[in-house]
C-alpha cells in the first residue's frame, strides 16, 4: 500500500508549487510536481512594441529579477540585428554578475539554510567557542564571541516571547538536523549577514538601472550614459562605488559563503549520495558578450547524457521541444506530440479537481508547467548543468576547484549528482561570476580610458527602420536558476509571439508523452522520510534546485505552422 | 506583553542606543524630529505587530523590495519591528505546518494582525491560483476576516497590475476588487520602494492607525507627490532642455527625459525624494524615463517610449507609437490621470 503525501505550499522558493509523493514503507517510490498558478505573460506580449518587452518579461519574476529582462533584449536585438556595443555589453555583465551573487547567497543562506541549519539549536552554542570556530574556517572579520552573543540573545528572545516569526513550527525536532550548536549559531548569524549585505550588493544594479527589484534596460545598449564630467551619468564616484560593492562581493562569497557551504556540507555527506535526479544536464549557454550569433561564449551550451561528462555535447538548438501531455493546455496537434518554441501553442484549459482539492490527478494533467525535453529527454538544468559543463571542457580551472572541494570533503566526483552537489555547484560557480566580475569592470575601465563611453546603438531604435514581414530571433541567458530562452516573433513592428522556455520549467516540469519524470520529480525517489507531516527530507533536495515557479509557468500562442529553422552561428 | 523597548533592554540596548532606534524609526517614516518622543513612546509601550504576508499573482518582486529596506535593516524589521507569521518566501516550514501557522495566528490575533498581500487575484478559472488547494480568493477572504488592516504591496495587489495587462487573461483583479467592503492600504509601485513598505508597516505600529490615503486608497506621504514635481531634472523641463536618446548629448548632460517618454508627470510616487536602495538613485537618474509603475493600468495607457504629449487616453495598448515630442506634459497629463480607475482603481 502506497500513501500519498502532499506537500503545499513549498516554501523559501519563489512562487507556488506543489509536490505530491506515493511514499511506501517509508520511501517515496514516484513524485509528482505542480505549479499551481498562472498569469499569462506570452498572451499579454502580444501586439506589443519589441522594445517594451523586455519590461514585461522582467516581471515574470522579482527574485530573479533582471534574467527575463536580459533574455527579452538579447532576443529582440538577434531578431532586428542589432550590434550592442561593448560598454553596454561589459555593464550588462556587471548587472548579471551581480545577479548571480545576490541571488545565489540569498538562496544558501534565506532559502536553503534552514534545511541543514536549526536556530533553536544556536541557543545552546558557547559563543566564546563559537568564534573559535569560526576563525579556524574563515578569516571574516566579524567572528568575535561578543558578535555570537548578540546573535544569540536576539534569537532567545524570539523563542522567550513565543514569538518567532518566519522561524516558528520549523521542523526543529527532526533528527537529521546534524550540526553541532556552534556551527548553528555561526550558520544563523551568517544569515542575518547576508541579509543586510544583500540590500547592498544591489546597488550596482541601482546604479547602472536605477532600482532593484526590476532595474531597467534598453533594446541596443543600456540606458545609463557614461560621462565622467557629469554629476549625473556613471562617472568616476559611481565606478568607484561599483568597484567597491564588487569587492565585497568576492569578501563575502569567499570569506562567509563557500566556507559555510563547506563546513555544512562535511556534516550531510550521506546528502552527497541521494537526490540526483536524472543525470542528464544541459546548458543552452551564456553569449561572451550577447549575441550568440559569433559563436562565443562565456559558458558554452553544453549537453552530458547519462553522467557521461567526458562525451560532452554541443547544443542543437531544434531540440528543444515542449509537452503539453501532463499541463492544463491544449495543442492542436495534439496533447501527446510536442512542439519548438518557435511553433509553440497555447490554449488555457484548467481541467484539474476544483478547489477546495486534497489531491491533483497525477494520470491526467496536473500541472501549469509545460515540459520542456532536449533530443525527446528529460534535462536538469542549472548550477550543476553549468559547473559540469566548465569540469568537462576543462575551463576555468573548474576542474581543479570541483575536485580539490571533492577531496577536502573525502568524497569521489559522482557525488556531485546529488542534492548537496548540486548546492556545492551553486557556491562554485558564484566564485567564478564574483571574480569575472572584477575582469569585466577593468575592461570597462579601460574603454573609457581609451576615450571609448559609448553605451548605446540607435541605428534601429527607430521601429521604420524595421522589416514589416515575420522576423524572429531567440535570445539566451543562463539565469541563476538555468538555461532560459526567450523566442520572440516580430511582425508590422509588433510582438506577433513569444515565448519563454524558463529554468524552473526544465526542472520542475510534469510528466512528458511518454512518461518521463522531470528532474524535481525523479530525484526525489527513494528518500526515506522521518515524518510525512515535517517532510525536511523533500525540502532539501527541492530547495537544491532553487525553485522559481512564477518563471516557469508561462504559455504560448502561435498560429501558424512553420518550419522550425534555426541557426546558431 | 512585553514592549519593543523591553525586547531592546533585555538584550542589553541603552537607552541611547534605544532612542537612536526611535529616531531612525522617525526618520524613515519621514516624520518631524519633534515626533521622536511619540515614536519612542509607541516603541515603550507597544507590542510588535503581527503581519500576515499572502501572495498570489506574484513575481515576489515586492517581497524582495521588502528585505530591500536601508532605512530600517531587514534584520531589524524581522526580528524587532514586526512578527512576520506567515511569508511562503521566508518561512521555515511548509505545507500543513505553514497553513498551521497562519491559522493558529490569525485566531490568536484576531482583530490585531496586518495583512499584507502581494500579487492580483484571478477569477477567470477557479485552477488559476492555488495554495494548498484552495483558491486565492478563498485565501484571501478568509485572512481578511481578521485583519486589523490591510495592505496590498505592489502594482498588482493594488490595480491588479501586469497579471491584469490587457488582455488580462486569467481574470486578474486587486485586493480592493476582492474585497469590496474593506479598506486597502494601496502602496503600489513594481515594485514599491522597499523603505516605503516598511515605514507604512512601522507607521501603524507607531500611530496605531492607518495612515492618511487618498481617493485611491494610497499613502498621502509617498504618494502625494508625482516624480515630476520633486525631479532633480525638473530645471531642464523648465528650460526646455530634452534628451531625445539613449547616449545622446541630451543624456549625458542629464537633460529632462520628458521626450524620450518620461511618466514622470503623472506617476505618483516617492522615486525622486526617497530613491531607492539607500537614496542610491531611482530610473531617471540612471538615464531611463520613468515608465510609471506605480499607476493603474500603466501598462496599457501609453508606451514606455512614447511622450506623454502624444499618448491619448485612447490609445491602443497595442498600437505603436512613434516617439515625436510636441508641446508641454500638462494636457496630456491631465488626460492620464483622469483616466484612473478604469479597470483596477478603487
Redesign the interface.
Known amino acids: 500500500m502506497s500513501k500519498r503525501v502532499?506537500?503545499?505550499?513549498?516554501?523559501?522558493?519563489?512562487?507556488?508549487l506543489r509536490i505530491e509523493a506515493d511514499v511506501k514503507n517509508g520511501k517515496i517510490d514516484k513524485a509528482y510536481s505542480s505549479g499551481?498558478?498562472?498569469?499569462?505573460?506570452e498572451?499579454?506580449l502580444?501586439?506589443?512594441?519589441p522594445?517594451?518587452a523586455w519590461?514585461?518579461a522582467q516581471?515574470?519574476?522579482?527574485?530573479c529579477?533582471t534574467v527575463h529582462a536580459f533574455a527579452s533584449i538579447r532576443a529582440v536585438e538577434d531578431a532586428l540585428d542589432i550590434t550592442v556595443p561593448l560598454n553596454a555589453s561589459l555593464i550588462r555583465k556587471l548587472m548579471i554578475g551581480t545577479i548571480f551573487a545576490h541571488d545565489h547567497v540569498v538562496h544558501f543562506y534565506?532559502?536553503h539554510a534552514?534545511d541543514w541549519v536549526n536556530p533553536v539549536s544556536a541557543l545552546k552554542a558557547d559563543p566564546k567557542k563559537t568564534a573559535e570556530l569560526a576563525k579556524k574556517v574563515s578569516p571574516y572579520s566579524k567572528s568575535s564571541p561578543a558578535y555570537f552573543r548578540?546573535v544569540q540573545?536576539?534569537i532567545k528572545?524570539?523563542v522567550e516571547?513565543g514569538?518567532l516569526?518566519?522561524?516558528?513550527?520549523?521542523?526543529w525536532n527532526h533528527p537529521d538536523y546534524k550540526l553541532p550548536p556552534e556551527a548553528n549559531l555561526i550558520a544563523v548569524a551568517h544569515y542575518?549577514d547576508a541579509?543586510?549585505w544583500?540590500?547592498?550588493v544591489?546597488?550596482i544594479?541601482?546604479?547602472?538601472?536605477?532600482?532593484?527589484?526590476?532595474?531597467?534596460?534598453?533594446v541596443?545598449?543600456?540606458?545609463?550614459?557614461?560621462?565622467m564630467d557629469?554629476?549625473?551619468?556613471i562617472n568616476s564616484d559611481r565606478l568607484a562605488r561599483v568597484e567597491t560593492l564588487i569587492d565585497e562581493a568576492i569578501d563575502f562569497v569567499d570569506n562567509v559563503y563557500l566556507p559555510d557551504l563547506v563546513a555544512i556540507g562535511s556534516f550531510y555527506k550521506d546528502w552527497f549520495r541521494k537526490g540526483e535526479g536524472l543525470g542528464n544536464f544541459v546548458a543552452l549557454g551564456e553569449p561572451e558578450f550577447d549575441s550568440h550569433k559569433d559563436g562565443k561564449w562565456f559558458i558554452p551550451p553544453t549537453f552530458i547524457h547519462n553522467r557521461d561528462v567526458k562525451n560532452f555535447e554541443d547544443i542543437d538548438y531544434n531540440q528543444i521541444k515542449e509537452y503539453v501531455t501532463h499541463s492544463?493546455y491544449d495543442y492542436s496537434v495534439g496533447d501527446d506530440k510536442p512542439l519548438h518554441p518557435f511553433n509553440g501553442e497555447t490554449k488555457?484549459h484548467?481541467t484539474?479537481?476544483?478547489?477546495?482539492?486534497?489531491y491533483l490527478d497525477v494520470n491526467g494533467k496536473y500541472s501549469w508547467l509545460k515540459s520542456p525535453r532536449y533530443k525527446d529527454m528529460p534535462a536538469e538544468v542549472g548550477p550543476l548543468a553549468r559547473t559540469l559543463a566548465l569540469y568537462a571542457r576543462d575551463m576555468y580551472g573548474t576542474r581543479e576547484i570541483v575536485d580539490k572541494y571533492l577531496k577536502d570533503l573525502g568524497l569521489p566526483f559522482e557525488a556531485m549528482f546529488s542534492t548537496m552537489g548540486r548546492t556545492l555547484a551553486r557556491g562554485i560557480e558564484t566564485h567564478l561570476y564574483v571574480h569575472k566580475m572584477k575582469k569585466w569592470y577593468n575592461q570597462l575601465i579601460s574603454n573609457i580610458k581609451k576615450g571609448n563611453?559609448?553605451?548605446?546603438n540607435?541605428e534601429k531604435?527607430?521601429?521604420?527602420t524595421w522589416p514589416s514581414n515575420d522576423i524572429k530571433g531567440f535570445g539566451l541567458m543562463e539565469a541563476p536558476r538555468g538555461a532560459l530562452s526567450h523566442w520572440v516573433h516580430i511582425e508590422d513592428?509588433?510582438i506577433k509571439n513569444y515565448q519563454a522556455v524558463v529554468p524552473t520549467t526544465w526542472n520542475a516540469s510534469p510528466r512528458d508523452a511518454k512518461g518521463q519524470p522531470s528532474a524535481y520529480e525523479a530525484s526525489l525517489v527513494g528518500h526515506d522520510l522521518w515524518n510525512p507531516?515535517?517532510?525536511l527530507e523533500i525540502?532539501r533536495t527541492i530547495h537544491s534546485f532553487d525553485p522559481c515557479l512564477?518563471c516557469a509557468v508561462h504559455l504560448y500562442d502561435e498560429e501558424n505552422d512553420e518550419k522550425i529553422e534555426v541557426k546558431v552561428l | 506583553m512585553e514592549s519593543i523597548y523591553d525586547l531592546l533592554k533585555k538584550r542589553g540596548y541603552s537607552r541611547r542606543d534605544f532612542l537612536k532606534l526611535a529616531a531612525g524609526l522617525t526618520a524613515a517614516l519621514s516624520l518631524s524630529p519633534e515626533m521622536i518622543p511619540k515614536v519612542a513612546h509607541a516603541l515603550e509601550t507597544k507590542p510588535k505587530p503581527v503581519v500576515i504576508w499572502l501572495e498570489f499573482q506574484d513575481c515576489a518582486g515586492c517581497s524582495e523590495s521588502f528585505i530591500r529596506s536601508t532605512n530600517i535593516l531587514p534584520t531589524e524589521v524581522l526580528l524587532d519591528i514586526i512578527d512576520l507569521e506567515y511569508h511562503e518566501t521566508l518561512m521555515a516550514p511548509a505545507g500543513e505546518f505553514a497553513e498551521a501557522s497562519k491559522e493558529e495566528a490569525m485566531k490568536k490575533y484576531k482583530g490585531q494582525y496586518i495583512l499584507v498581500v502581494e500579487g492580483a487575484i484571478p477569477t477567470g478559472n477557479a485552477g488559476y491560483c492555488t495554495i494548498a488547494g484552495r483558491t486565492a480568493l478563498d485565501q484571501l477572504k478568509e485572512a481578511a476576516e481578521g485583519a486589523a488592516a490591510i495592505m496590498a504591496v505592489g502594482s498588482c495587489a493594488s490595480w491588479n497590475g501586469i497579471p491584469g495587462a490587457d488582455p488580462n487573461p486569467t481574470g486578474a483583479i486587486s485586493v480592493q476588487q476582492a474585497l469590496p467592503n474593506k479598506t486597502v492600504i494601496n502602496v503600489p509601485g513594481c515594485p514599491p520602494i522597499g523603505d516605503v513598505i516598511v515605514a507604512v508597516i512601522a507607521e501603524y505600529l507607531v500611530l496605531g492607525k492607518i495612515p492618511k490615503l487618498d481617493e485611491m486608497g494610497r499613502p498621502v506621504a509617498y504618494y502625494g507627490q508625482t516624480i515630476h514635481d520633486r525631479c532633480y531634472r525638473r530645471p531642464f523641463y523648465n528650460s526646455g532642455q530634452f534628451a531625445e536618446s539613449f547616449d545622446d548629448e541630451g543624456a549625458k548632460n542629464g537633460y529632462c527625459l520628458y521626450k524620450m517618454g518620461c511618466k514622470g508627470p503623472v506617476t505618483r510616487n516617492a522615486c525622486s525624494t526617497i530613491r531607492w536602495n539607500g537614496g542610491l538613485s531611482f530610473p531617471i537618474q540612471s538615464g531611463h524615463p520613468c515608465f510609471g509603475c506605480a499607476e493603474p493600468d500603466f501598462w496599457d495607457r501609453g508606451h514606455i517610449y512614447t511622450p506623454l504629449s502624444v499618448v491619448s487616453t485612447g490609445i491602443g495598448a497595442k498600437e505603436i507609437g512613434t516617439a515625436v515630442a510636441v508641446g508641454a506634459a500638462a494636457g496630456a497629463a491631465v488626460k492620464w490621470i483622469t483616466n484612473i480607475g478604469k479597470k483596477g482603481g478603487a
Not at chain 1, 6 to 16: A, N, Q
Open positions: 502532499v506537500v503545499d505550499p513549498i516554501t523559501r522558493i519563489e512562487g507556488h499551481t498558478m498562472v498569469r499569462g505573460i498572451i499579454i502580444k501586439g506589443r512594441d522594445r517594451e519590461a514585461f516581471r515574470i519574476c522579482g527574485v529579477t534565506h532559502l534552514l548578540e540573545k536576539k528572545q524570539q516571547r514569538q516569526g518566519i522561524f516558528n513550527k520549523g521542523y542575518l541579509l543586510v544583500q540590500t547592498k544591489v546597488q544594479h541601482t546604479i547602472f538601472g536605477g532600482k532593484n527589484p526590476h532595474p531597467n534596460f534598453a541596443g545598449g543600456v540606458p545609463s550614459p557614461i560621462n557629469s554629476d549625473t551619468a492544463w488555457l484548467y484539474g479537481p476544483e478547489p477546495p482539492y486534497d563611453t559609448n553605451t548605446f540607435d531604435w527607430d521601429p521604420s513592428h509588433k507531516h515535517e517532510p525540502l512564477a
